[in-house]
């Protein structure tokens, strides 16, 4: 039986201990080199682009300022980490840690581990988990001659049943439920080139709209027998299978959802495992941390944690969560 990719060495290039051997100097480096690699590392204004910039530093911090602008910045000035309060290594550690976890990284672990509030890791792991959002909600699916699998679970809105048989209610009722319990449907592309695309909706007939939108009609899609998909027979060529009856079926066309399946059994220990709470604004946000899982499963820690230190060098300012503690936004925004 072949070697599980996780516990091979390829699957582990980059160690904690690695991280934190690394001088000041080398942390900055890594920072300059992922930002600005369009520039082999070089650095360049943010505002107006120009590359005419000196360095310098102030109370030890690295900066730059622009001369054709006038506009000063630093290694994390207009992403995601700006106005950071930790050093530049702290950050790193923490996208490796985040990254070293298969289902998903506790915020409180994270709390414990960088020495910080449970506060500042929350906000902390949502900034990475939106950076790998800009990447998961660009991912193209389908196209002619491409299989897809579409499926919904739903997560979070836990109601626990009464404790006699005589008071308790039928929680499939509207009536009867917190509201927060939303499906996610994801839309899983087959090969290993296949991308996944997430969405989260109230139930799954409120979800026709985004395939159409996402997936080209040259596509041949793959579903189980929920009546919500009965639709996409009059666009795509679509095939069914009720799990009922079977979970995969060796035909001609490989009937099965089992990446989808292998997609929501991920998402789930994560929930159960180290999470616990994913419902309301934040589900679409674990759901895309899910989906950059899944399509970066097959590559080492190492360039898991180059690619997220590159969106988040690459991601604005947090519309959701800059100030987020400080209740300058609505909570409703985190979830837009």
């Known amino acids: 039986m072949a070697q599980h990719f996780l516990l091979s060495s390829a699957a582990k290039t980059l160690t904690l201990g690695q991280v934190i051997r690394l001088s000041d100097g080398q942390v900055e480096e890594t920072f300059m080199r992922l930002r600005w690699a369009d520039n082999n590392g070089q650095a360049y204004c943010p505002t107006c682009g120009s590359t005419d910039c000196y360095q310098s530093r102030r109370r030890g911090a690295l900066r730059w300022q622009c001369k054709a602008c006038h506009k000063d910045f630093s290694l994390t000035s207009g992403t995601i980490f700006a106005s950071h309060k930790m050093p530049l290594r702290s950050y790193l550690l923490a996208v490796c840690l985040f990254c070293n976890e298969v289902k998903g990284k506790s915020m409180l672990a994270m709390s414990r581990e960088l020495g910080t509030s449970y506060k500042a890791s929350f906000v902390l792991c949502h900034k990475m988990r939106e950076s790998m959002a800009a990447e998961v909600a660009a991912s193209q699916i389908g196209g002619a001659g491409k299989k897809a699998e579409i499926d919904g679970a739903y997560f979070g809105g836990y109601i626990k049943p009464a404790n006699r048989k005589e008071k308790r209610v039928d929680r499939r009722l509207a009536a009867n439920q917190t509201g927060?319990?939303?499906?996610?449907?994801?839309?899983?592309?087959?090969?290993?080139?296949?991308?996944?695309?997430?969405?989260?909706?109230?139930?799954?007939?409120?979800?026709?709209?985004?395939?159409?939108k996402s997936v080209p009609a040259e596509t041949t899609l793959y579903a189980d027998e929920a009546s919500s998909w009965n639709d996409l027979h009059?666009?795509?060529?679509?095939?069914?299978?009720?799990?009922?009856?079977?979970?995969?079926?060796?035909?001609?066309?490989?009937?099965?959802?089992?990446?989808?399946?292998?997609f929501f059994s991920r998402l789930r220990r994560g929930e159960i495992g180290h999470h616990h709470h994913v419902a309301g604004p934040y589900l679409v946000r674990f759901a895309q941390e899910a989906a950059f899982r899944e399509d970066h499963k097959r590559i080492s820690n190492g360039e898991q944690v180059d690619k997220v230190v590159r969106l988040a060098m690459r991601s604005p300012k947090s519309p959701a969560f800059c100030g987020y503690w400080q209740r300058h936004l609505p909570l409703k925004d985190a979830a837009e």
């Open 180 to 212: 927060k319990r939303k499906v996610v449907v994801i839309i899983r592309e087959r090969g290993s080139e296949g991308r996944t695309l997430p969405g989260v909706f109230r139930n799954e007939a409120d979800a026709l709209n985004f395939i159409r």
């Open 234 to 262: 009059a666009r795509y060529e679509l095939h069914r299978i009720n799990h009922q009856e079977a979970y995969s079926l060796r035909d001609e066309v490989q009937t099965h959802t089992n990446n989808a399946e292998g």
